[in-house]
Each structure stands twice: as structure tokens, then as C-alpha cells.
């Protein structure tokens, strides 16, 4: 990369100027919005919707990115129609996920001896936030650790050996002190990767991947007067105008200063991150509509027409589980075929015992079921199964019948809010919950029949890969490095 900027692109989001009359025609298009064939059985999803946003107007921490979203849907639907069925249901559900965490607690030799012809369609993907080795003072960040960050990505890359990575870019982060566009942080991290053929996912919007999501300047949050918590950004939203001034800015400077070969190596963008969540995440809870999501993958795409797009969506997101693959599908349909639906699969649900605390109608034995449910299981279990609000298998037909992939955005793989899995380990310390998150992914989420390759970005691989700096590995560590290591050599 040199370090000239280009000039800046116009800034409008609502006259994207592209390079060619191809990208304009492309922008010009109709967008006619793809309804899901199951979605006059949603016709009652208002009341719970209703309900659930009550209780969540009292959280402001990250439990409502899966507990709120999910399980208190979950067991709002269940546990209120009848006690006693939902007991035996959930019951069942929590028998079912024991029996398949368990088929994968064997050997990784033997593990990948039974599933061989699948694992070996996986592409290994890993999510890398440099921002994770920032020096703070208290919540104050005083400066960027880029020496460590860079160490991790090289034992990511060159020890464990995988060459798809997610950087997700932070608007905070690229700009300077005067307020201007300044690329000069993730410089360094970027030519990494380009000098070692790495390929890329640029996470590029308002929310960005990493906790809280959110990280718009300050001075430019401060200016906003219609952006309450919980708000959703739709293009006529103030932000918008200086949002895209910035996207303009990321991208010109990106394709000004990247040669033909570091480009080609960006191979997704990843426009915002999990747009349609139900409730929101974060501090500030901010969710986006299809047209904004689509605007800017429009814009991402007239810089980088070569690039695939991703949009994504969490496995436990069940009242708006729709809209991602819904805009995946329309734009397919309209002759763009570089779109990908990605999921985010958490197997286990951060903090889930104190939030259920305060859910009254829920007893006691059954939280703890329900904290261990894992979203997969709860839509293949009868009756649930035959419910489109659970199952994850109508969101693999509508894939098959609109012709797009799928694949896993996040696989949960390093330990989150405490939590444990059923061997009594955390995420990234269970060498059984590390496969049995694989063997999920390619019996559960992945068209196999439609698709070669299911692309899986594990959520994180630096746990992993800092316990190898330090020399510092567990038995099952070393059973997840082994695993690790197979997949990433498998496909580039």
C-alpha cells in the first residue's frame, strides 16, 4: 500500500457516483422486496414482539444480543402457552443437545476419521480485532498496541495457518485527531496481510464487529438528534449523510492506494454487522433497514465491483430472522450474484442465568435448560421443528430455491460472559464443544447439495493463538490447535 490518498468520491448516498454505466445500471435497478413463503405464519409474532420488547426496554447491557432476542422468545412462546408441554419440550430439546454434544467427544483423528467428507468442505475463516490489545485507563483507550496486535495476527496466519480474515475497520479509528480520514492504524495490519496472500473480509459500516458494536466519533454522535437508543437508520436518518462522506472516503482512499493484486485479495465486505437484530446490541441498540444495508453494499461494490458481499444475521435473532436472507435473495433475484448470507452461531448464551433471573413466569429448573439451548437443537426438535419461528431449515430451503449460500460469519470459539458448555469448559477451552460446533455447521447450517464450500469465520481465534505465544496450551488446546490446523490447510 502507498501512502498518497485519492481524492475524495461524492458523498450523497442517495446518488452513489459509480466508475462505469455497468455499476450505474446496477444501482438503477428495481428492488422489489422478496417475501419468505412461510411469513403468513408470522401473522402473530406482533404480541411476542410486543412482550419482549417490554422486558427488553430494561436491559442496557450485551445480554440482550442473545437472551433478550432469543431464549426470553423462546420462552415467552413456550412456557406461556402451557407449563407442563413446555417442560417436556424443553426437556427434549436439552436431551437432544446432550446426545450430539457427547457424539462429538472423541479424539480429533477420530472425529475427523467419521465426518472427513465434510470437514473437508469447510473453509476455516477467523475474525481479527487489533483494537483487542488497545492500552486503556480505566474505559479510556490511551493508545493503540499495534507491536502485540501484529504478533497475534502472525501466529493466526503463519502458526495456525489460516488465511481468511475478518478486520473489522472502526470509523473511530480511521480518522485522526484533526478529525480527518487517517488510515495509518490499520495500515500495518492490512499490508500483513496483503504480503502473505491473506484474504479479506472488511466489516464496513456503523456497527462493527467487537463489543459495543458501535463506534462512530464522538463528535459526530454528539451532532445526531434523531439517533435515540434502539433506533433503526434508514436513509432519511441525519447520520447518514456523514456516514457515506466516510465510506466514500474508506473506500477511495482503499482503491487509490491498494495495486490490482493487494485488491483482489479483499475478497467480502461485510456491510455493517448483523444490520437486522431484533432489539438491537450494544450501547446504543442501533438496528438498520434492507434499503440502507443495500445502499451502502451498492457503494462498497462500484469501489470493489470483484468483491462478494455478506450480510449477516445471529442464529438466535428468531422474530427478524427474515430480513437478511431476504435481501440476499432480492438482490440475487435482480441479476447479482455476489451476494452471501452469513450466519452467527453462538452455542452457548452469555450471562443467560442473571438475565433470566429476572424473568418471573420462567422457573428455576428451567432456566437452566434454557441456558444451555442451543438455537440449531431448538428448531430440530418436534414440535418445535414445524414452527417456521424456530427452524433454521426454512432459511436453508430459501436458499436452495433463490440461489444463494450460505455460510457462518461467526462461530463461537473463544470463551463469552463465563459461560459453560456441558463438559463444565468454557468456549475455546473444549476441545468437544470445538468440534461439535463443526459438525453442527456441516449437518445443520450448510447446503451441501447447493454449495461446495461453506466458509466458517470462528469467533475468535486469538484466545487460541495468544495461549500459543505464551506456551501456555491444555489438552484440549492442543486438540483444538490440531483441528484448527487440518481445516486451514483443506481450502484456501
Known amino acids: 500500500m502507498s501512502t498518497e490518498q485519492g481524492s475524495v468520491a461524492p458523498t450523497n448516498p442517495h446518488e452513489i457516483i459509480s466508475r462505469g454505466e455497468a455499476i450505474r445500471k446496477l444501482l438503477g435497478m428495481s428492488s422489489n422486496s422478496i417475501v419468505l413463503p412461510s411469513d403468513s405464519l408470522y401473522a402473530q409474532r406482533g404480541n411476542i414482539k410486543d412482550t419482549i420488547q417490554r422486558i427488553l426496554n430494561t436491559q442496557s447491557d450485551r445480554r440482550i444480543f442473545l437472551a433478550g432476542a432469543g431464549v426470553t422468545a423462546a420462552g415467552a412462546a413456550l412456557l406461556l402457552e402451557s407449563p407442563i408441554i413446555a417442560k417436556h419440550i424443553l426437556e427434549s430439546v436439552d436431551k437432544k443437545g446432550e446426545q450430539l ?6 479424539s480429533p483423528e477420530e472425529f475427523f476419521d467419521q465426518h472427513e467428507e465434510k470437514l473437508k468442505r469447510i473453509r476455516l475463516a477467523t475474525t481479527f480485532i487489533p483494537e483487542d490489545h488497545d492500552w486503556k485507563d480505566g474505559s479510556q483507550i490511551t493508545h493503540h498496541n499495534s507491536k502485540a496486535a501484529l504478533e497475534e495476527l502472525e501466529t493466526i496466519v503463519e502458526t495456525l495457518g489460516i488465511k481468511n480474515i475478518r478486520i473489522g475497520i472502526r470509523w473511530e479509528n480511521a480518522i485522526g485527531k484533526d478529525g480527518k480520514f487517517d488510515f495509518s492504524f490499520y495500515e500495518p495490519f492490512l499490508k500483513y496481510c496483503f504480503d502473505h496472500k491473506v484474504n479479506l473480509c472488511l466489516n464496513i459500516g456503523l456497527k462493527t464487529c467487537g463489543y459495543p458494536e458501535l463506534f462512530i466519533p464522538d ?55 448483523e444490520a437486522f437484530l431484533f432489539g438491537g446490541f450494544g450501547e446504543k441498540r442501533l438496528g438498520m433497514d434492507q434499503q440502507y444495508v443495500k445502499k451502502l453494499a451498492q ?119 463465563g459461560v459453560l458448555l456441558r463438559d463444565g469448559k468454557e468456549p475455546g477451552d473444549s476441545l468437544t464443544g470445538y468440534q461439535y460446533l463443526f459438525y453442527m455447521i456441516t449437518e445443520h447450517i450448510a447446503n451441501f447439495d447447493q454449495q461446495q464450500i461453506i466458509e466458517v469465520s470462528t469467533w475468535k481465534a486469538s484466545q487460541l493463538a495468544k495461549k500459543m505465544r505464551g506456551d501456555d496450551l491444555t489438552q484440549d488446546n492442543r486438540g483444538m490447535v490440531y483441528v484448527t490446523q487440518r481445516l486451514a490447510e483443506q481450502v484456501a
Not at 456516514?243 to 485479495?265: D, W
Not at 438466535?316 to 431476504?326: C, E, I, Q, S, Y
Open 219 to 273: 463528535y459526530i454522535l454528539n451532532q445526531q438528534k434523531d439517533l435515540p437508543d434502539g433506533s433503526t437508520i434508514t436513509l432519511d436518518s441525519q447520520i447518514v449523510s456523514p456516514a457515506f462522506e466516510y465510506f466514500h472516503q474508506l473506500l477511495n482512499y482503499l482503491t487509490s492506494n491498494c495495486s490490482e493484486e493487494e485488491l483482489a485479495l479483499i475478497k467480502t465486505i461485510q456491510p455493517e454487522n
Open 299 to 417: 457503494l462498497c461494490l462500484a469501489y470493489l465491483p470483484k468483491a462478494r458481499i455478506i450480510v449477516t444475521d445471529n442464529l438466535w435473532n428468531l422474530l427478524d430472522r427474515d430480513k437478511a436472507p431476504g435481501l440476499v435473495a432480492e438482490m440475487t433475484q435482480n441479476g447479482d450474484d455476489r451476494w452471501d448470507y452469513g450466519v452467527n452461531y453462538y452455542i452457548a448464551i452469555p450471562e443467560i442465568t442473571e438475565f433470566l433471573s429476572g424473568v418471573p413466569f420462567i422457573p428455576k429448573d428451567d432456566k437452566l435448560i434454557l441456558g444451555r439451548l442451543d438455537p440449531l437443537i431448538l428448531g430440530m426438535t418436534p414440535p418445535l421443528s414445524s414452527i417456521p419461528l424456530f427452524s433454521f431449515d426454512r432459511i436453508r430451503d430459501f436458499a436452495r430455491q433463490n440461489n444463494f449460500s450460505i455460510h457462518v460469519s461467526e462461530g463461537q470459539a473463544e470463551p463469552f460472559g
Open 101 to 106: 454434544f457427547n457424539l462429538c467427544h472423541v
